[in-house]
């Protein structure tokens, strides 16, 4: 069996990332801050903070389905 060879459009994926970088050292200039210090506010604390508020939401809807289909 041959393995799955996927490619999504052929993106480019260092242009994807260079844009990316670009925008947060955007960020970090319209905020006063660092590129590293608006990777931590981003992906260390915000994005945590958005994960678990998610997970408990989606908890909380699939205990309410749970509780409606009784």
């Not at 799955?4 to 990316?20: A, E, I, S, V």
């Not at 970090?28 to 801050?33: V, W």
């Not at 990777?39 to 389905?65: D, G, H, Q, R, T």
């Amino acid at each position: 069996m041959r393995a799955l060879n996927f490619k999504f459009n052929n993106m480019n994926y260092n242009k994807l990332f260079n844009d990316c970088v670009d925008f947060l050292n955007w960020l970090a200039l319209n905020f006063n801050l660092t590129y590293k210090e608006i990777n931590v506010w981003i992906f260390i604390i915000i994005e945590p903070i958005v994960f678990f508020a998610m997970l408990f939401y989606i908890l909380y809807l699939n205990s309410k389905l749970y509780r409606k289909a009784q």
